[in-house]
């Protein structure tokens, strides 16, 4: 299979060239579209040098406005669907370390088998560093309340390390997603859950909590979460 990494970026310019040079390091031949979010601090720029000494290995989609994870997202997902068909096998993951590139060779193993595979914290135990107690309740949390919502059975519907078939992350339709904010990872996993003949696999991955750069969680993405999950299950959209 052939392997793009879709990487979302705000205001990551101290994280992206480590990030992007562990990506190419993977064995399987891993290249890397980065979708910046119009970052003031100057991340869409360096993108545009990284993909200037990588060509054909590393592209850039540059975005007007900060609109959201969501919505970057699928402006990624759709550019490689409608205009990359050479890439088969799209993998998603965070600009900021706390997704580890190593894990990038087990996904796309796995992914021979299933439709898509999906990154778990919580598999195994808990596997996060570097997390205070609050933040771990909070996620523990979050996934369960996903879990009792949705009746999805994996360990950790929230997180947004992921792997998708093209033809599974066609089937979800990214049009029709209303999600903007961290509510995306649960609902395109969601939308592939209830598609029939679709298979979903979890991989235990260790997470790290960034080291450089400021979360971009805040108060209004959690609101979406809670009440998003319970429209997903009252309507199936």
């Known amino acids: 299979m052939k392997p793009i990494v879709v990487v979302p970026t705000y205001n990551e310019i101290e994280n992206l060239e480590r990030i992007a040079g562990l990506i190419l390091e993977q064995p399987g031949g891993f290249h890397i579209l ?3 979010d119009n970052s003031p601090d100057g991340t869409g720029r360096l993108a545009d040098d990284l993909s ?30 409608l205009k990359m068909p050479e890439y088969d096998a799209i993998l998603q993951m965070d600009a ?18 299933y439709h898509l595979v999906l990154g778990s914290r919580y598999l195994h135990g808990v596997n996060v560093l570097n997390w205070d107690f609050k933040r771990l309740l909070l996620s523990k949390g979050a996934s369960v309340y996903v879990r009792a919502i949705t009746r999805m059975p994996y360990s950790d519907p929230t997180g947004g390390f992921k792997a998708w078939r093209r033809e599974a992350l066609q089937a979800i339709g990214l049009e029709r997603l209303f999600s903007n904010g961290y509510l995306f990872q649960i609902e395109t996993t969601y939308r592939l859950h209830r598609t029939t003949g679709f298979s979903i696999a979890e991989l235990s991955i260790i997470f790290r909590d960034r080291d450089l750069g400021r979360s971009k969680i805040d108060f209004p993405i959690i609101l979406e979460a809670v009440w998003g999950v319970i429209r997903l299950r009252l309507t199936g959209r």
């Open 34 to 36: 980065i979708v910046d």
């Open 52 to 81: 200037s000494r990588h060509p054909g290995e590393i592209f850039v989609l540059h975005r007007a406005r900060k609109e959201g994870l969501g919505r970057a997202y699928v402006e990624g997902f759709e550019r490689v669907l």
């Open 96 to 113: 900021d370390l706390s997704h580890d590139p190593a894990s990038l060779p087990e996904f796309l193993k796995l992914l021979e088998q």
